[in-house]
């Protein structure tokens, strides 16, 4: 059984900065892939941000060179740096890993949501 908390979410003025973290927990054998999604009121779930096993990240346009998606493997954590904050980047933020409990399967896990709410 794994589980993925999320922590750090909170309201903030615009311009300001948040870090959101996520840890991985349970029977894990390797995680791969790790990702931040969100999802604002009325709309659907979106990818912000990505990052491989092997450090490799992938980010959604609208967040390109203000969030900063890293991962801690030593402890099954992955961040995002989220700076330069927008009122659009108002949305419940969920943690998504790709974690194999052995050789033959692999799951997606999803955290539990974190509400971030930027203030203009």
């Known amino acids: 059984q794994v589980q993925l908390v999320e922590s750090g979410g909170g309201l903030v003025q615009a311009g300001g900065s948040l870090r959101l973290s996520c840890a991985a927990s349970?029977?894990?054998?390797?995680?791969?892939?790790m990702g931040w999604y969100r999802q604002a009121p009325g709309k659907q779930r979106e990818l912000v941000a990505a990052?491989?096993?092997?450090?490799?990240?992938n980010y959604a346009d609208s967040v390109k060179g203000r969030f900063t998606i890293s991962r801690d493997n030593a402890k099954n954590t992955t961040y995002l740096q989220m700076n330069s904050l927008k009122p659009e980047d108002t949305a419940v933020y969920y943690c998504?890993?790709?974690?194999?409990?052995?050789?033959?399967?692999?799951?997606?896990?999803w955290g539990q949501g974190a509400q971030v709410t930027v203030s203009s």
């Open positions: 349970g029977s894990i054998f390797k995680i791969n892939a």
């Open positions: 990052i491989t096993s092997g450090a490799r990240t």
């Open positions: 998504n890993a790709n974690i194999q409990s052995n050789w033959y399967q692999r799951y997606d896990y």
